[in-house]
């Protein structure tokens, strides 16, 4: 499984436009992919700071996600002034999600999914292993 806590930062001036590409992408991707968990948004109090709770089946369901059509399709270059990826690990008995794994590529992987693990790392921090 994949959960991810995105930090976005939004362009000044580009809320109403982003909101319509997150509306957009949470309904593509609830009709489209299999493997989706959770996919929501958040404001936060800081302005124009957005978040993003994802959780996949696994790491292959979160490639597929963003490598999709429809993930693709949208102009975030125009509305994105800074993302960054946490990988975040659910608490025992404290979540319903699954912990956070890095299973290897099968030796048959695509190119395609070489470059999504390449450009996407899911990044299992130490002190995991001793809160499992």
């Keep these: 499984m994949a959960?991810?806590?995105?930090?976005i930062d939004i362009q000044p001036g580009k809320e109403a436009k982003w909101e319509a590409i997150i509306a957009d992408m949470v309904k593509q991707t609830f009709e489209q992919e299999e493997g989706v968990l959770r996919y929501e948004y958040f404001k936060g109090q800081t302005p124009n700071h957005y978040y993003c709770l994802l959780s996949f089946e696994d790491k292959w369901a979160f490639y597929v996600h963003q490598v999709s059509d429809y993930h693709e399709g949208h102009d975030f270059a125009d509305?994105?002034?800074?993302?960054?990826?946490?990988?975040?690990?659910?608490?025992?008995?404290?979540?319903?999600?699954?912990?956070?794994?890095?299973?290897?590529l099968p030796e048959d992987a695509t190119e395609l999914l070489k470059q999504t693990e390449a450009a996407f790392p899911i990044a299992i921090a130490s002190w995991w292993a001793e809160r499992a």
């Design 3 to 7: 959960t991810i806590l995105a930090h």
């Design 79 to 104: 509305v994105i002034a800074g993302i960054e990826l946490e990988y975040i690990d659910p608490v025992r008995d404290a979540s319903g999600l699954p912990a956070t794994e890095n299973p290897p």
